[in-house]
């Protein structure tokens, strides 16, 4: 089993009174026993803090840190590292569930295998106020091309490379919380999370991944991602989306150069996030109340920028649904387009659960 191996689990903590008891009970009642809970209290204005330090009366592997001042997420993950003891790293977030068995099923692999990265599966649960689930999307290996076991481990470089784009597309690569991290590689290559916002999570996978040498990929749902409407704790309002998400393309599509696998493949999936980030910005502002003619000004200037210029040419012409939605924004017919971004807006607006199922289209 790995009895063994001890997980450090780190749990930021931040305005999530509604859902903080339902994620440590989670953590209590764990079928594997060597973990430590630490939950970074990032000077929260509810009462989850005092959930939390309830917790720790009942279990003394649950520990309890509160910042001074509210510093942001990676501030309260960048202590939960400083605290760890455990040989491999998870940072969970408190408004999500998780099942049972997650470290259990963590610790049999690892005890196999001892790999740098473990990540598993997940589902992404989109519910309506009353909590009942609208829409569920399964995020798991099958959806990966060439990959349709339990299990997929390697520490072969052009493998994780490749597996690292794939993953990245169905968005199971992104987050931090489907992941075990070997703690050691974080500790020894002093990485942390980055003070930037919305981003911050990417960013860090990409700097764990210059310094993987092995992986496994687990087909185990054992994370369930709550959307509730709740303010997430990397949510909230984004003034600068669309910089920050190209911000997120440019690092990786940087490291794929490093690593020389920088292909068509590759390309495709990072030309699809872009434009998908650019109708988005679209939307923004439109909700915004930004005039047409300033939006059609800020598309124009934003053709003129490299990276526009590189991925335009990469669009895949392989799916109808991502000719309708940005093929005009590839092709500068930038008119067209912000058409459909009103009708988006309007779908957003009034058939929420319409769109969650859209905007997952990739």
């Not at 009353?130 to 798991?140: P, V, W």
């Not at 493998?159 to 919380?177: D, F, R, S, V």
């Not at 999936?269 to 047409?292: C, P, T, W």
Request: proline content about 2%; overall charge negative.
């Amino acid at each position: 089993m790995g009895d063994n191996i001890k997980f450090s689990v780190i749990v930021p903590t931040y305005g999530v009174g509604d859902y903080i008891g339902d994620a440590l009970g989670c953590l209590m009642m764990q079928t594997y026993d060597n973990f430590e809970v630490i939950i970074v209290d990032d000077c929260s204005p509810d009462n989850s803090g005092e959930i939390a330090k309830g917790f720790l009366e009942r279990d003394d592997r649950f520990f309890y840190v509160r910042h001074d001042v509210n510093k942001g997420v990676s501030a309260a993950r960048n202590t939960g590292i400083s605290r760890a003891s455990g040989d491999y790293i998870l940072f969970l977030d408190p408004d999500d569930l998780y099942e049972r068995d997650l470290l259990r099923v963590c610790a049999a692999a690892l005890a196999r295998n001892p790999v740098d990265l473990l990540i598993y599966s997940f589902t992404e649960d989109y519910k309506n106020s009353d909590g009942k689930t609208e829409y569920m999307k399964g995020i798991t290996l099958d959806l990966l091309e060439g990959y349709d076991d339990d299990m997929v481990a390697t520490n072969d470089p052009v493998t994780i490379h490749k597996l690292a784009m794939q993953m990245e597309e169905i968005t199971m690569l992104g987050y931090p919380w489907n992941k075990c991290y070997k703690a050691s590689v974080i500790k020894d290559n002093e990485l942390s999370f980055q003070q930037i916002k919305h981003v911050e999570d990417i960013l860090f996978n990409c700097d764990f991944l210059d310094y993987t040498n092995s992986m496994i990929v687990l087909n185990d749902v054992l994370y369930h991602y709550r959307n509730q409407g709740q303010i997430r704790l990397t949510g909230g309002q984004i003034d600068d989306y669309f910089k920050l998400q190209k911000i997120r393309i440019q690092r990786i599509y940087d490291q794929q150069q490093k690593w020389k696998t920088c292909d068509f493949e590759a390309l495709g999936i990072l030309s699809k996030e872009y434009f998908r980030s650019f109708q988005s910005a679209m939307v923004r502002q439109l909700e915004s109340g930004v005039r047409d003619d300033a939006i059609l000004s800020w598309c124009n200037a934003e053709a003129g920028t490299e990276l526009y210029k590189e991925l335009a040419k990469y669009m895949p012409e392989n799916s109808k649904t991502l000719k309708l939605l940005y093929k005009p924004l590839t092709q500068g017919m930038f008119g067209t387009a912000l058409k459909r971004a009103r009708l988006m807006k309007y779908t957003r607006a009034h058939f929420p659960g319409v769109f969650n199922r859209a905007k997952q289209l990739r």
